[in-house]
């Protein structure tokens, strides 16, 4: 039975839409009832799997997480948003003949990712403070998880508990200067981590909008798996990993040699979470 499971899950239909319920059981992390149409979901897709794929099964899970965003969008992460045009895609696609459902889900899931980079460069570029890296020191005293990098740029304890200390006297009406003291080295290292993010974004919008037969296209895989491990290697956001993977291998055409970019990128969110533990 595993064995005829494991099978079928190399089936683009079915391994496809499968792995969406999946994805939605976990992005129901961000808000419980959401668990109970995936996991209904997930079920069907294993006890009557021709029902699973039917269109309206997505129409309606992507309905109840545009009402997930309308009443609690407090509880909501960006990847949401993401995930419920994914689900409108999919169900788009599933009403398309059998032979024609892997071409147009790939070509969804290759739009999607293409654009969101393109967003997020865009949105670098307007806003000066990331290029000049003040966004990213920001994070790095901000948020503990990225601590790893914070001393690989030599930003000591003692240092972001000072800049902390700072920006909290900003935060609480203090209009006096506000000062961040770090190295000339530190400075110039997250200047440059930040320059080749934005690089790195670059190339992943550009190789997945250029068409398939452009020399831009080879970039699509590894510069997606290389964005996943830097990013979840830091800071290991298990909903958007899961969703990024199941858009990687869909572009891929769901074969066989790209069925370990999930478990690869799985492997990098639990050492991540094992080190956060210590």
């Given at each position: 039975?595993?064995?005829?499971?494991?099978?079928?899950?190399?089936q683009?239909?079915?391994?496809?839409?499968?792995?969406?319920?999946?994805?939605s059981?976990?992005m129901?992390?961000?808000?419980?009832?959401?668990?109970?149409?995936?996991?209904?979901?997930?079920?069907?897709?294993?006890?009557?799997?021709?029902?699973?794929?039917?269109?309206?099964?997505?129409?309606?899970?992507?309905?109840?997480?545009?009402?997930?965003?309308?009443?609690v969008?407090?509880?909501?992460?960006?990847?949401?948003?993401?995930?419920?045009?994914?689900?409108?895609?999919?169900?788009i696609?599933?009403?398309?003949?059998?032979?024609?459902?892997?071409g147009?889900?790939?070509?969804?899931?290759?739009?999607?990712i293409g654009?969101?980079f393109a967003?997020?460069v865009?949105?670098?570029?307007?806003f000066?403070?990331?290029?000049?890296?003040?966004?990213?020191?920001?994070?790095?005293?901000?948020?503990?998880r990225?601590q790893?990098?914070?001393?690989a740029?030599g930003?000591?304890g003692?240092?972001?508990?000072?800049?902390?200390?700072?920006?909290?006297?900003?935060?609480?009406?203090?209009?006096?200067?506000?000062s961040?003291?770090?190295?000339?080295?530190?400075?110039?290292a997250?200047v440059m981590?930040?320059?080749?993010?934005?690089?790195?974004?670059?190339?992943?919008?550009?190789?997945?909008?250029?068409?398939?037969?452009?020399?831009?296209?080879?970039?699509?895989?590894?510069?997606?798996?290389?964005?996943?491990?830097?990013?979840?290697?830091?800071v290991?956001?298990?909903?958007?990993?899961?969703?990024?993977a199941?858009?990687?291998?869909?572009?891929?055409?769901?074969?066989?040699?790209?069925?370990?970019?999930?478990?690869?990128?799985?492997?990098?969110?639990?050492i991540?979470?094992?080190?956060?533990?210590?």
């Amino acid at each position: 039975m595993i064995d005829q499971f494991l099978d079928r899950l190399q089936q683009p239909r079915f391994g496809i839409t499968f792995m969406t319920a999946v994805t939605s059981l976990v992005m129901s992390t961000h808000w419980a009832p959401m668990a109970i149409p995936s996991l209904a979901l997930m079920i069907l897709s294993i006890a009557r799997p021709k029902l699973a794929v039917h269109p309206v099964a997505w129409w309606l899970l992507a309905l109840a997480w545009f009402c997930a965003q309308v009443l609690v969008p407090e509880r909501m992460e960006d990847h949401v948003p993401l995930f419920t045009i994914w689900l409108v895609s999919l169900a788009i696609c599933l009403a398309r003949p059998a032979d024609e459902f892997l071409g147009a889900a790939a070509f969804q899931a290759r739009m999607l990712i293409g654009v969101v980079f393109a967003a997020a460069v865009a949105w670098k570029l307007v806003f000066g403070t990331y290029l000049d890296g003040v966004t990213l020191w920001t994070f790095m005293i901000a948020d503990e998880r990225f601590q790893p990098l914070a001393a690989a740029v030599g930003l000591s304890g003692d240092a972001i508990e000072a800049d902390r200390s700072q920006i909290s006297r900003l935060l609480s009406g203090d209009q006096s200067a506000v000062s961040l003291e770090a190295s000339t080295w530190t400075v110039t290292a997250i200047v440059m981590i930040s320059v080749l993010t934005l690089l790195l974004e670059t190339a992943i919008s550009a190789s997945h909008l250029a068409p398939s037969s452009s020399r831009l296209a080879r970039l699509r895989l590894p510069s997606l798996v290389l964005f996943g491990v830097v990013t979840y290697g830091l800071v290991p956001v298990l909903p958007f990993a899961l969703l990024l993977a199941l858009f990687a291998m869909t572009v891929a055409r769901w074969r066989r040699e790209v069925m370990w970019v999930l478990p690869a990128f799985m492997i990098v969110i639990a050492i991540r979470v094992a080190t956060l533990a210590f």
